[in-house]
């Protein structure tokens, strides 16, 4: 059994936007990664912040964020509730972060996965079980099993 990869938002972003280059190869290849293992991960929270910030950045694209969604709804997104919300607050309390990380954090661990995908936290670090891993420093082939 390989772990799912929980991933955050500006992941998602990065694949689409063409701002820079490297980045966007490199979310590319994570992505793909995921959808071929079948391992990725998502919360609605990072559903609607990619839809919204997606169709600010590029208004025209709105139809193609809509498809986007949709695709991403095969990874099982983790509805945020009355359990997920305290989760959050107990790992925001614990490692003074903000509660929107807290919360990606806290949905990572609801969905069992041992890996969070994110340029927002601090590469490497281990929070309750689950491994940070910077999609820009490392190489999706690197990722392990478990």
């Known amino acids: 059994m390989t772990a ?3 991933v955050d938002t500006n992941v998602l972003i990065y694949a689409l936007d063409d701002a820079d280059l490297k980045k966007q ?3 590319r290849a994570w ?4 959808w071929r293992s079948r391992r ?3 919360s609605f929270q990072v559903l609607q912040e990619f839809y919204v910030k997606v169709t600010q950045k590029f208004p025209l694209a709105k139809l193609e964020a809509r498809s986007e969604v949709r695709d991403l709804l095969a990874w ?3 509805v945020i509730d009355e359990a997920l919300i305290e989760r959050a607050w107990t790992i925001q309390d614990r490692y003074q972060f903000s509660f929107w990380d807290a919360l990606i954090v806290a949905a990572a661990k609801s969905s069992s996965c041992r890996f969070l995908l994110t340029e927002d936290l601090q590469a490497n ?3 309750d079980g689950i491994f940070v891993i910077d999609p820009f420093q490392s190489d999706p082939g ?3 099993d478990g």
């Open 142 to 144: 690197s990722l392990p």
């Open 76 to 78: 099982r997104p983790i």
């Open 25 to 27: 190869d490199a979310a």
């Open 40 to 42: 990725g991960r998502i």
């Open 125 to 127: 670090q281990e929070l």
């Open 31 to 34: 992505r793909a990664k995921l």
């Open 4 to 6: 799912p990869v929980f």
